[in-house]
């Protein structure tokens, strides 16, 4: 007579799973605290004031201006922020993507251009404040891209330095012809983990819970 189908699984089998469940429990635990955490920050930050540092999350391009001022920008709270040369917060400024990415750069005349992916809108923006706003098609896009030095990089070249940001609050300015290198601390709070990486925690831990109890 054939048992196969009745036959259960090894006791160690059965502890690891076990074993592996309780550690999902925790960690799915951590993860939707975590979760909370930071949406609930993102919710507290104040996105609409132009003198109110956000916290910087998700990486969004890099620009210098004239001045030596550093521009940083942040996809998860569609923002740019502009910092000294020494990494005090100046100003910041939001505006609409609805769920989709952005880019930016600057010219000769600290005129920052922003083009928004959804809708395709192309922004111009002085000190903070918007000047123009109008619709782009794919074309128009790319040429102004282009034509400003738009991309979505951690590194900028700008009159012989080098700017390269460091995790989400430093950034290393390197001379290119010294090689000398100084570090400066941008003045504006950071979210450990992003709202992502805070869900892929507790959506790990799920999945040891279903892995761990699941077949027992």
């Known amino acids: 007579m054939n048992n196969t189908k009745n036959k259960k699984p090894k006791k160690y ?3 690891i799973k076990a074993a592996a469940g309780f550690l999902g429990c925790m960690i799915a635990a951590v993860g939707l605290m975590l979760f909370l955490s930071v949406a609930s920050s993102s919710a507290k930050a104040d996105f609409t004031s132009l003198y109110s540092a956000a916290p910087i999350d998700g990486f969004n391009g ?3 201006d ?3 001022h550093i521009l940083i920008g942040s996809a998860e709270n569609s923002r740019i922020q502009v910092f000294s040369p020494n990494g005090e917060f100046l100003y910041g400024f939001s505006f609409p993507t609805s ?3 952005f880019t930016f750069g600057i010219d000769h005349m600290d005129t920052i251009h922003v083009i928004v992916y959804r809708p395709d809108t192309y922004l111009q923006y002085k000190n903070g404040t918007l000047l123009s706003s ?5 074309s128009e896009q790319k040429y102004l891209e282009e034509k400003y030095q738009m991309a979505l990089k951690r590194t900028n070249d700008y ?3 080098r700017y390269s ?3 989400r609050r430093r950034v290393v300015i390197e001379d290119l012809k010294t090689k000398d290198k100084s570090t400066v601390r ?3 709070s950071a979210w450990r983990l992003s709202i992502f990486q805070s869900w892929l925690i507790m959506a790990s831990g799920i999945g040891l819970i279903f892995w761990g109890f699941a077949w027992i």
């Open 13 to 15: 089998i059965v502890y």
């Open 62 to 64: 890099l620009a210098v």
């Open 66 to 68: 004239s001045n030596g």
């Open 99 to 101: 769920g989709g990415s």
């Open 134 to 138: 109008e619709k782009v098609d794919y």
């Open 159 to 161: 009159s012989g330095k």
């Open 165 to 167: 940001l460091l995790g």
């Open 186 to 188: 941008l003045d504006t």
